[in-house]
């Protein structure tokens, strides 16, 4: 079935440093694809996403880059501070949008 | 604020107990879901609902069924809870208009089953 694979699982940054995290996704359908926030003891934000006839897409300090034939996709953080600590999840989905599929979640640690 | 709120926040129950969790919003979307979240698996879909008359099972649906009372409105069920039903439930909205699926979830109930 439908899957979803995010790396990596824990990430801690020192302030000021960049932050990645990818993720590769197995439905060839797959034509958009969101990425999560999730505060700790809040629920999951939407933050950025990315349509499959886009390449990049930038919104100050995060980005996502798609590659539809590697089947791959990442979130760049840059500049990272203490306020990005958090979990997030990268997430699939086609046209009609009924069934999103997500990754399993990575925690951000950054520290000050 | 346009808002998506569920009932309970934390809820303690036994196993074989009967258990209601429940969810409306007054973001005006027809698409309703239920996903369940646990450490290291990220978000699943138990069920989801695009109208009134409308049910499908997601991923996980085994031990649960839902009921959508009204547009605005969209309860979980667990039958007969059991302790690896223990998991932190989020109920989420989403616009069929926009064509893509951009989800707004609810605050989510903590359910613990002893």
């Known amino acids: 079935g439908e899957n979803v694979e995010q790396h990596p699982s824990t990430l801690s940054v020192q302030e000021g440093d960049s932050a990645v995290i990818k993720c590769t996704y197995s439905?060839?359908?797959?034509?958009?694809f969101p990425w999560y926030k999730q505060e700790l003891g809040k629920r999951p934000q939407l933050i950025i996403d990315i349509r499959s006839n886009v390449g990049e897409k930038k919104d100050q300090r995060i980005a996502v880059t798609l590659n539809k034939t590697a089947k791959h996709f990442s979130l760049h953080i840059t500049e990272t501070q203490p306020e990005d600590s958090a979990v997030y999840f990268c997430?699939?989905?086609?046209?009609?949008?009924?069934?999103?599929?997500f990754g399993a979640g990575t925690r951000l640690f950054v520290k000050a | 604020d346009a808002d998506v709120t569920q009932t309970p926040r934390n809820r303690i129950t036994k196993t074989g107990k009967r258990i209601m969790l429940e969810c409306s919003q007054t973001k005006g979307h027809d698409r309703m879901y239920w996903y369940r979240q646990d450490p290291g698996l990220g978000l699943r879909l138990i069920y989801y609902s695009f109208d009134v008359k409308d049910i499908n099972k997601g991923e996980i649906s085994d031990g649960y069924s839902v009921s959508r009372q009204a547009q605005a409105k969209f309860s979980l069920s667990l039958e007969s809870a059991i302790p690896n039903q223990t998991a932190l439930y989020f109920c989420a909205t989403s616009d069929s208009d926009r064509g893509h699926e951009k989800l707004f979830f609810g605050s989510g109930t903590q359910l613990s089953v002893l």
């Open positions: 997430a699939a989905s086609s046209s009609g949008g009924f069934k999103t599929i």
């Open positions: 439905d060839s359908a797959s034509n958009y």
